[in-house]
């Protein structure tokens, strides 16, 4: 064998090795478990009680939790991962006010819950070893459930529980800190428009 060729084969063998080493520092690989939690915004129901007793002469107060969104991604390749993805937002209003025309006082308290299982894909398309950029679509079932309570004759009482289709969709970043722990953010539609947290990666 001659010099030139030995040359080449280094030369080669080299560049294999190279585009390996990338390969496998790669971000999100085949078998990859990933665990997320993260948290949302905005709480719409909550958002809308606020701006609605805003400047009203009311005993009132609103709280919330969420959107709260926990995910698993397993990977099927180095480009694909499948998974399951759980969403919850709830709102709760309570209120209390004197009616100007019998004087007498009554309560309100309002209570919506929302939650959603979703089986979701993901598209990755970055090769870095930290960032993992991807495109995620979701489809599943939801479950809900409003409730109104009060004393009030004029207002009527509410107790409904619900379920329907499930539906997500975002694209996404994870930044890794550590070769397992990072950060990540979602822009997009999934209880709520934008959403950030911890992952975890096995």
Known sequence: MNIKKLFSLTILSVLLLINQQEVKAQAFQQEDFVFSLGYGTPNLTKAVFKAGIAGQDLNASVSGLGPLHVKVEYGISDVIGIGLSINHVSTKFNAQYMDDIDNKNYFANYNYNSTKFNLRTNFHFSKSDKLDAYWGFGVGYGIGSVGLSTNDPDLEEVDIDAGGLGLESTLGIRYYVTE????????????????FGLNYKL
Request: proline share 0%.
């Open 180 to 195: 397992n722990i990072g950060i990540y953010s979602e822009v997009g539609f999934a209880k709520s428009i934008i959403q």
